[in-house]
């Protein structure tokens, strides 16, 4: 039996990876259930219900404007002031108007899957990535730990391809988890938009631009999980990674924020790793310099730094590719016992 396989069957045998993805399935399962209760089908009656609510409320604005033109002209006739109450003319050119009444306000939220679903891949892929890095990080992890890498080494002395394969299991069923749960999160949303909301405009460029989506989010889930199990090479420890990934992130979002902050650095959010996620998911993200700015001289457009996912691509791909190298480079040189 080859490496691979022996390996890719410990990692599903294991007791956490199967308590995670039973976790991860219920959280996503309870996030659509949830969901599916908040959006309503705008069915005729529906609308009509909220066109009549609309016409209502403009009717009774109509009566209550013309009970103040009434009150205004009444008090003009007795020979008070009522320009400072009541407006110039007593207010008459303030009369409701019916387009003023929208029925859309009346409306109950009805999702729309081509306008919202990308947000939702956004959520998958974040719920998916913390269970990619636990999994990676204490596959690894538990291996040094335990002693369970120097015996492996002792049977299969080749370190680096003991490591690639490990790390080729990880990530492989990563994607297997994220190809399967994926379809069902797609097939579920699109459940809610068919009975519970709309999926109108679905046409084929749609679905290849929410399949194109779905490609970011996975590729930045097994990004995520290759760091995990590398830094947890690094370390010979799960909490390494653990350790390693709280840090970096108040590094980025709290230690950065401050220190651009107090040194008036423009577009200060260009240096934290958030702003990238952002725009490898949004396609791009738009950051705006209100420091340009003289508000005391009237409106102002403040400048822009528009971050591309591109930009994102090779933050995350260098940012990868050095944890990698150094976990590999570390394996062939460190004393194993």
Request: with cysteine.
């Amino acid at each position: 039996m080859s490496l691979y396989v022996t390996e890719l069957r410990r990692l599903f045998k294991r007791r956490l990876t199967r308590l995670l993805l039973v976790l991860l399935v219920l959280g996503l399962a309870g996030v659509a259930t949830a969901f599916s209760y908040s959006s309503h089908k705008l069915s005729p009656a529906v609308v009509a219900e909220a066109q009549a609510k609309a016409d209502a409320d403009y009717r009774q604005a109509t009566k209550d404007w013309e009970r103040t033109v009434a009150e205004c002209d009444a008090a003009a006739a007795r020979g008070e002031k009522t320009e400072e109450r009541y407006g110039p003319d007593c207010g008459r050119q303030w009369q409701p108007q019916p387009e003023m009444f929208d029925p859309k306000w009346h409306l109950p939220y009805q999702f729309d899957f081509r306008g919202e679903f990308g947000n939702f891949i956004a959520v998958f892929a974040g719920m998916l990535a913390l269970f990619a890095f636990i999994v990676g990080a204490s596959f690894v992890g538990a291996e040094w730990s335990t002693g369970g890498m120097m015996n492996l080494l002792l049977w299969r002395p080749k370190r680096l391809a003991v490591l690639a394969t490990k790390l080729a299991a990880v990530l492989s069923a990563v994607l297997g988890v994220s190809i399967v749960l994926g379809a069902l999160w797609t097939l579920a949303f699109w459940l809610i938009g068919t009975y519970r909301g709309s999926t109108a405009k679905m046409t084929s460029g749609a679905w290849q631009s929410t399949a194109i989506s779905g490609g970011r989010a996975l590729a930045l889930v097994l990004a995520v999980a290759a760091v995990a199990a590398a830094l947890a090479s690094l370390g010979r420890h799960t909490a390494m990674a653990l350790g390693a990934a709280v840090g970096l992130g108040v590094i980025s979002e709290i230690g950065i924020r401050i220190a651009v902050g107090l040194a008036g650095v423009r577009f200060g959010d260009r240096y934290v790793l958030s702003t990238y996620a952002m725009a490898w998911f949004e396609k791009q993200w738009k950051l705006l310099d209100y420091k340009s700015c003289d508000f005391a001289q009237g409106q102002c457009n403040p400048k822009e730094l528009l971050i591309t996912w591109q930009d994102s691509a090779l933050v995350f791909g260098v940012g990868t590719a050095l944890v990698l190298v150094a976990a590999f480079w570390l394996m062939r040189r460190r004393d194993i016992s």
